[in-house]
């Protein structure tokens, strides 16, 4: 069975770095073709992609926020790390962690619970 | 950068009838894919369609995705009331791998 659960605070302050953990069971981050990835969803609104790490350690970001992102892993632990440096209030959102099966890189087949990060002073 | 648009905004449909929702994207990109997910209100997003086509573990064959090039479908045959969700198209590119979300299509069962 596939799990990941997201951890991380609840409350950041505008200019400070958000660290967020994806912690994940059911499947390795060492076979082929197998990736996680971060999305968000700011209250109320569409999902946006952000960032997503592969298996040989290839790292890809959203062009708009690629300059504040940076995601890693751990695989001895399961997790994998987002940070996103010099956050503001619009960076209010639920984060979702998701796997990306080796079989298909096009669709996020099991996702998270999410975790809910404010950003306000 | 992709753009991907959802319509229509909301559908509202009775049990049995057959639900379409469309999705465009801004460029025709070689080796471009859609997926579609349904989200119902506190929940995660459930994937529903991979790779265009393909139906993801679980999904009921009620449940197709078509098209290619700029325009990709999630058909939504028979309706049941628990379908009642928020739907998004996500489109995925290869080179580099980029992933953009719809705006999402609300569909209501009435």
């Known amino acids: 069975q596939v799990t990941l659960r997201e951890s991380g605070p609840a409350l950041v302050k505008p200019t400070q770095t958000l660290t967020l953990t994806c912690t994940f069971s059911g499947f390795s981050l060492t076979t082929s073709g197998m990736c996680v990835t971060w999305i968000r969803q700011s209250p109320g609104k569409a999902l946006e992609w952000l960032a997503r790490?592969?298996?040989?350690?290839?790292?890809h970001y959203s062009t708009s926020l690629r300059t504040r992102l940076s995601i890693s892993k751990d695989t001895s632990k399961n997790q994998v790390v987002l940070t996103m440096t010099n956050v503001d209030p619009v960076d209010t959102a639920t984060y979702y962690c998701?796997?990306?099966?080796?079989?298909?890189?096009?669709?996020?087949?099991?996702w998270g619970q999410g975790t809910l990060v404010t950003v306000s002073s | 950068e992709i753009v991907v648009t959802q319509s229509p905004g909301t559908l509202s449909l009775s049990p049995g009838e057959r639900a379409t929702l469309s999705c465009r994207a801004s460029?025709?990109?070689?080796?471009?894919?859609s997926a579609w997910y349904q989200q119902k209100p506190g929940q995660a997003p459930r994937l529903l369609i991979y790779?265009?086509?393909s139906r993801a573990t679980g999904i009921p064959d009620r449940f197709s995705g078509s098209g290619s090039g700029t325009d990709f479908t999630l058909t939504i045959s028979r309706l049941e009331p628990e379908d009642s969700a928020v739907y998004y198209c996500?489109?995925?590119?290869?080179?580099?791998?980029?992933?953009?979300f719809g705006q999402g299509t609300k569909l209501e069962i009435k």
């Open positions: 998701a796997r990306i099966p080796y079989y298909d890189s096009s669709a996020f087949d099991s």
């Open positions: 460029q025709s990109v070689t080796y471009s894919y």
């Open positions: 996500q489109w995925y590119g290869t080179s580099p791998p980029k992933y953009t």
């Open positions: 790490i592969d298996w040989d350690d290839d790292k």
């Open positions: 790779g265009t086509f």
